[in-house]
């Protein structure tokens, strides 16, 4: 099919010539997700927040820039305020710019995957994102989402929010890296999906406030509403050594195995070797779709302007 030089947007069901007088096609509203840990500093009521924000690039408009050549632009807004008084404390500003396309057959299936982390006093705020599609008229609204979060740090030992990932964690030697979190490269599963050809769930936290050197037993199971009070599959324990002075990693998985189709929980829970006291316990909620492939993540995230 020939296609008129101008403007293409990429919708849920391929490429479509847009015409002038057409209205433009809604934004894709990123995807958010906020995990929790206990700053390096320990010594400080200080709490790290990991902002992943997936954007898909199906929706944005493509403008025809020169012969097989099709660009697109978006700007990605973040920023944190108090929920006390309004007042930001953290902003910043991403320009995204997909692959550009040579062929209006093709399909751009890879989302943006934008990874920032914000150092934060305990308390409660407000996360704000906008994306603006950059070759829209001036008419066009914003994508536009705000979401409520609490910033605490635990008296004794604690998790810290799950990261649930697509693949295994890694270890790596990079450090300072947004990806790479405590000598682990992270590549995140968007939302806690797992869909067609997952066989295993992957997770990624972290422990503070253990006794340093004393032996902790780990226990984590996946529950699922459809497949009876005690779960599935069987429950996996490993034992650790807490470090001294620096969080603990817990990295693992989970064989999706006979798991069936739908939501499902993974919970942790950190136990003294020795007398077996629960010391602290953390779940994260994820879904299982065997049946349709689905993007599983990106490894590396949007480079920093």
């Known amino acids: ?101 040579t062929d209006t057959a093709q399909a751009v299936k890879n989302p943006f995957t934008v990874l920032r982390r914000v150092l934060v006093p305990v308390g409660s705020y407000t996360l704000r994102t906008s994306l603006r599609d950059n070759v829209r008229p001036a008419t066009g609204q914003p994508a536009v989402a705000e979401q409520p979060l609490t910033v605490s740090v635990a008296a004794g030992p604690a998790f810290s929010d799950v990261l649930l990932l697509a693949q295994p964690a890694a270890r790596v030697n990079t450090a300072g890296a947004d990806n790479v979190r405590g000598g682990y490269q992270l590549a995140r599963a968007p939302a806690g999906l797992y ?27 996946l529950l699922s509403g459809a497949a009876g009070p005690t779960g599935s599959p069987a429950a996996v324990e490993a034992t650790l050594t807490p470090p001294a002075g620096r969080p603990t990693p817990v990295v693992g998985q989970l064989l999706l195995g006979a ?47």
């Open 1 to 101: 099919m020939r296609v008129t030089p101008g403007l293409i947007i990429l919708g849920s069901f391929g490429l479509f010539a847009e015409q002038a007088h057409q209205p433009a096609a809604s934004l894709p509203r990123p995807l958010v997700e906020v995990a929790r840990f206990r700053a390096l500093d320990q010594r400080q009521p200080t709490g790290e927040l990991e902002l992943s924000v997936t954007v898909p690039t199906r929706g944005l408009l493509y403008r025809q820039r020169l012969r097989r050549v099709y660009q697109a632009s978006a700007t990605l807004e973040l920023s944190l305020v108090r929920a006390a008084d309004s007042q930001p404390v953290w902003r910043e500003t991403v320009a995204l710019r997909p692959p550009v396309l």
């Open 259 to 305: 798991l069936l189709a739908g939501p499902f929980t993974l919970v942790l829970e950190a136990r003294d070797a020795a007398t077996n006291k629960l010391l602290a316990s953390q779940h994260q909620t994820g879904s299982r779709n065997p049946t349709d492939y689905i993007q599983a993540g990106d490894a590396a995230p949007a480079a920093r302007p």
């Open 195 to 221: 869909a067609r050809g997952a066989n295993a769930v992957f997770f990624y936290a972290e422990l503070t406030g253990l006794p340093p050197n004393r032996p902790v037993r780990l226990r984590y199971r």
